[in-house]
Structure formats: C-alpha cells, structure tokens
C-alpha cells in the first residue's frame, strides 16, 4: 500500500529548532511536499522538493533523499504561531494527486 | 488573488440525510480535487477534476458520493445517503496545471457532522 509515517506529536520551546520527519512508501513518487495547518483552517503548502537536497524558504527548510524513502521539515527560530499541525505529503504520480501522511502536531511552549 | 471559496462552512445532518457542498476555486485553475479530513487523520484524495473531465475518482465511495464540476469551473461534491463515518471536513483544492503538486490551494473547508 501507500504511506507516509511522520511523528504524531513534537514539543519544543520558542526560539528553537524543531525537525519533523517523514518515511514514505508510495508508488510512482514524484515529490514530497509539507503543509501546515491550523486548527479549523485550510492546509497551506510551505514547501516541496522534487529532487534530493535541501530547500530553504525563510525560516523552513525541507530535504528530501529518494534513496531512503525519507524527508524532513526543519522549523527554525520557533514562534508561537508555528504551533499547528504539520503534514508530508507524496505526489503519487504525474497527476498532481497528493498523499498525505497523519500529521504532527507542534506545540510551541513559551 | 481571491482563494478558493467553499461553501456552507458547517453542516449538520441526520444520517441517511443527503448534502451538498459547493466550490468556487481560484480563477484560471484548470484542476479541482476534493478532499476528506477526518479528525485526526492527513486529507485523502476523493475526486479530481481536469477542467469538467474527471481525472481520478478512484477512491470516491460511488454508491453515495457524487460529483460535478460543470462549465470548468465550480463543483458540487454531495453525498446521498450520508452515514456517521462521513463526519468529516471537505476540503477543496485547485492548482493551476495538472501533473503539478507545488502549491495547492486549499479552501477553508466544509465540517459536516452526521448524527
């Protein structure tokens, strides 16, 4: 079958660096992209990588190898608005269809 | 530029009860998908649409979901008869081009309770 595996729950301070990571299995893999999403509200797309590597967006950096099935989102300098839930996401296929994994929920604490 | 925009917000319904939600996506976005969220759980693919063509509707539970994206643009996805496992948020997307996952926009969603 298809999945992704990520952590379902992190908990860190404000002003640090968090990682979330993410295994996935899924046939015909294109990608991995990241969404964070708060309570009640949309997911909103932070980042993607098509090739193995770093990405780096602002305080969001997201790496994928395709070599071990794994990738990860790094939060750095940790705000009290990146509490929320956090999820991979494989593209599975040339379709743009998007296989999300559970979700990690970050809670920043003070 | 406008979002996606979905309509009603929340939706209560007795089972067997049937619903429709409604979604306007974000101007020029040849591709629509719905998904559901159940609590707790990552989005899942329902349906996706390229323009008014169906693309993969591979896992949309055909005896009681429906869906439609007349004209290209706006789309209709009801569920007739719902059951209690249907409780969910219905979240619609758009993209730009097919074949692209970089930057999904998705609506703020429709939470239907079935009691």
């Known amino acids: 079958g298809q999945s992704l595996e990520q952590p379902s729950e992190v908990t860190a301070v404000e002003g640090a660096i968090v990682q979330i990571n993410c295994t996935y299995q899924?046939?015909?893999?294109?990608?991995l992209s990241w969404y964070q999403q708060h309570d009640g509200g949309a997911p909103t797309f932070l980042s993607y990588?098509?090739?193995?590597g770093l990405e780096e967006t602002g305080r969001f950096s997201s790496f994928l190898s395709r070599s071990d099935s794994y990738g990860y989102l790094l939060l750095q300098e940790l705000q009290m608005k990146d509490s929320a839930s956090y999820f991979c996401?494989?593209?599975?296929?040339?379709?743009?269809?998007?296989?999300f994994g559970q979700g990690t929920t970050l809670q920043v604490k003070p | 530029e406008a979002g996606v925009a979905q309509s009603p917000r929340y939706k209560i319904i007795e089972k067997r009860q049937s619903v429709a939600f409604w979604c306007n996506p974000i101007?020029?976005?040849?591709?629509l998908y719905w998904y559901q969220q159940i609590l707790g759980q990552g989005p899942k693919l329902l349906i996706q649409?390229?323009?008014?063509?169906?693309?993969?509707d591979s896992q949309l539970p055909k005896d009681r979901f429906s869906a439609e994206r007349l004209k290209g643009v706006d789309s209709t996805l009801k569920i007739q008869p719902a059951k209690l496992e249907d409780s969910a948020v219905y979240l619609c997307?758009?993209?730009?081009?097919?074949?692209?996952?970089?930057?999904?926009?998705f609506g703020s969603g429709t939470r239907l309770t079935v009691v």
């Open positions: 997307a758009s993209s730009l081009v097919g074949g692209s996952s970089v930057g999904y926009t």
């Open positions: 899924t046939s015909g893999f294109y990608g």
């Open positions: 990588n098509g090739l193995d």
């Open positions: 996401a494989a593209s599975s296929g040339n379709t743009g269809k998007l296989i």
């Open positions: 101007s020029g976005h040849a591709t």
């Open positions: 649409f390229q323009n008014n063509g169906v693309v993969d």
